[in-house]
């Protein structure tokens, strides 16, 4: 018996969890376990297919979500034309819930496995295995006599029974983002979600939590991503595996977490005041602050206090907060978006998320679409369309917004012009709406921009901006290029120093022992020559570190690099010539 897991992950850099569980929590049990094939959803269909064909499973079973439904659909039909007799199957979210339905409506498969699918799949294996019939086990949904049964569901899974889930040494997922989970359910009851249909909550116990944390601060895996859904909401549970990580920190991996930030008490909060920077990532989901709209989606924010803790937690310098915002939730229109999201953004987090509603079969909102009169696309990604407060025009608004959100505030390349700018303007909203405007205005949408391109839209666009000091912009936004890359083929509003006199400088600083082991200690024996080609030094008319109106010689350390790609950056002196 040859059974293969298919994965078609959005991006290259995403690994998926569930097949490499199904993979795992078989394998003992059978004499063949099941293969793994990981792709993504870029790779021709051609592509794809010529994979699975050379693999020549007898069971192939799809790992599906809503990023990959359609592709899935596509292969699964001309894998049938191929190999008639392999038995199909799919699972994940974006089937469980309306399995019959995904069954009549596409014949090539033969099977739906609902739910979570560790104990699912490995007895369907072991007894295709044994040669007996699997039609009758529950958590399928099964063709049979030309019409479809769902069987009785799967009984809740022990966690503790879970494997760890990646090959002891990564190769399976050398240069991937690797996910872990160390619950599943969630208590609250967000109608916009698929977590809210599961009732309870369970837990991994911590000694086994422990140890595969430990796996993965051995290899010094660069992230690490929590699945769980509300990783706080046993607050005790919480701050025993964060102080774990914090004892047993190996000063280059990062967790990030989803957590509900108005469940964390001051115990927890001074705890994570100790936490090294860049050791933990937050994401908050926030998704309104409209409170009719909240009321609807049965999301419990208080908002007072979240934003205490938001802001509490930027003051401690040393975690990353993500915030979500979701458009196209009901009762939500323009005018109440626009204050959410201002809202939201002066709580200032590293990134805002600003996604659109999608309706996900089996959520609340997928039964109350006609109750809210939500239009949603009919395809996936389901997203909302238009609402009776938001009609599509104001949609395709919001569409500029997110896309102007996403390049210029969570890219994390103009982070100290925005900041400088920002400041001076009462309307974030409306910065981001005009910029978007004027995006579109100018057809940029219509074709790829350059890295180049984009600083310099910024820059006219901001520059065109009243009362803004154009000479001020220029060094703030200098600053930004030069966090990310040395500039090399400087734009036109980026002026350059002499070159020559200011190479002859930075040669002679370098040269200086002093200076070398002060300010790049890690480089003290290195050729001032070769170590000229690896930092970039950048003559600056104020100090856009401190805001003092002095000019500044500013030294960018390129292999020292955040979370968000920013070169280390240091004032220095240079000597005069």
């Not at 769902?150 to 760890?164: A, E, H, I, V, Y």
Request: hydrophobic letters at 40%.
């Amino acid at each position: 018996m040859n059974a293969l897991l298919l994965a078609l992950n959005a991006k290259y850099t995403h690994s998926n969890i569930a097949v490499r569980y199904l993979q795992k929590y078989a394998a003992p049990y059978l004499s063949q376990p099941p293969q793994i094939l990981e792709l993504t959803i870029n790779n021709r269909l051609d592509f794809v297919l010529a994979e699975i064909f050379r693999r020549s499973p007898d069971l192939l079973f799809f790992s599906t979500y809503i990023w990959n439904v359609s592709m899935v659909r596509s292969l699964a039909v001309e894998y049938r034309k191929l190999c008639p007799h392999t038995i199909i199957g799919a699972g994940g979210p974006e089937v469980t819930y309306e399995s019959e339905s995904f069954l009549r409506q596409n014949p090539a498969f033969d099977l739906v496995i609902r739910g979570e699918g560790e104990e699912t799949v490995r007895q369907l294996l072991a007894a295709e295995e044994a040669g007996v019939s699997w039609r009758t086990l529950p958590g399928l949904t099964v063709r049979e006599n030309g019409g479809v049964r769902s069987n009785p569901p799967q009984k809740p899974l022990d966690l503790g029974t879970l494997p760890f889930p990646y090959a002891a040494d990564f190769s399976d997922a050398p240069d991937k983002i690797k996910y872990y989970e160390s619950s599943r359910g969630c208590p609250f009851q967000c109608q916009y979600c698929l977590s809210s249909v599961e009732k309870g909550v369970r837990t991994a116990p911590l000694d086994k939590v422990f140890a595969d944390l430990k796996l993965f601060l051995k290899a010094k895996v660069r992230q690490v991503k929590f699945v769980d859904r509300t990783f706080n909401c046993d607050s005790s549970r919480a701050l025993a595996i964060w102080r774990f990580l914090r004892d047993h920190d190996n000063g280059v991996t990062n967790f990030h977490f989803e957590i509900t930030a108005e469940l964390l008490d001051r115990q927890t909060l001074d705890f994570l005041r100790t936490i090294r920077p860049e050791q933990f990532q937050f994401e908050i989901g926030v998704q309104s602050t409209n409170p009719k709209t909240l009321a609807a989606i049965r999301r419990q924010n208080d908002w007072d206090r979240l934003s205490a803790i938001v802001k509490e937690i930027h003051s401690f310098s040393n975690i990353h907060q993500h915030l979500d915002l979701i458009a196209g939730l009901p009762y939500e229109d323009y005018h109440s978006f626009h204050q959410s999201f201002n809202d939201v953004y002066a709580l200032a987090p590293q990134q805002l998320q600003l996604g659109f509603l999608k309706i996900l079969k089996g959520a609340g909102l997928f039964y109350d679409q006609q109750k809210y009169g939500l239009i949603s696309r009919s395809d996936p990604p389901f997203e909302v369309l238009s609402t009776p407060d938001l009609p599509y025009k104001d949609t395709l608004r919001l569409k500029a917004v997110e896309e102007m959100v996403e390049l210029y505030y969570n890219s994390g390349r103009f982070f100290h012009t925005l900041r400088w700018l920002l400041s001076r303007m009462d309307d974030p909203f409306s910065f981001y709406q005009a910029l978007g405007d004027r995006w579109q205005t100018e057809s940029r949408q219509y074709a790829s921009q350059s890295l180049e391109q984009s600083y310099t839209f910024f820059y006219r666009f901001c520059a065109d901006l009243p009362a803004v000091d154009e000479k001020k912009l220029v060094q703030f936004l200098k600053l930004d290029y030069c966090l990310h890359q040395r500039p090399k083929r400087r734009p036109d509003w980026f002026p350059g120093p002499d070159a020559a006199s200011l190479r002859r400088r930075c040669l002679l600083f370098l040269q200086q022992e002093s200076s070398r082991t002060a300010i790049l200690p890690s480089y003290s024996e290195t050729d001032p020559q070769y170590l000229y080609k690896l930092v970039h030094f950048e003559p600056f008319s104020l100090d856009v570190l401190t805001g003092q109106d002095r000019p500044v010689v500013l030294l960018f350390d390129y292999r020292r690099r955040d979370l968000l790609g920013n070169a280390r950056v240091l004032p220095v002196s240079l000597p005069e010539i």
